[in-house]
C-alpha cells in the first residue's frame, strides 16, 4: 500500500499524540474514502446536469448573497 505524506497544524498533532491507542492511519483513510464517495456521487448526478458554469456562478453567487445578509443582522 503507498504510502502518503501529510501536514497537520501543531496543536491538531499535540492532541493526536494524547490518543496513541486510536490508529490515526485508519481514521484519515476512513476520511479519505468518505470523501471519494461523495466525490463518486457529486459526479454521478453532475454528469446528468444541464447546469452552464454562468448558471452555477449565478446559483453561487445568490446563495452567498442570502448568507451575508444572515450574518449582518
Known sequence: MPNMPLSIPK???REIGH???IRWSNIA???FEKKIKELHWMDKV???SELTKEDIDE???KIK???L???KK
Do not use: G, S
Request: hydrophobic share 35%; aromatic share 4%; no cysteine.
Open 11 to 13: 496543536e491538531l498533532h
Open 19 to 21: 490518543h496513541k491507542d
Open 29 to 31: 483513510r476512513q476520511a
Open 46 to 48: 453532475l454528469e446528468k
Open 59 to 61: 446559483i453561487d453567487h
Open 65 to 67: 448573497a442570502e448568507i
Open 69 to 71: 445578509k444572515r450574518f
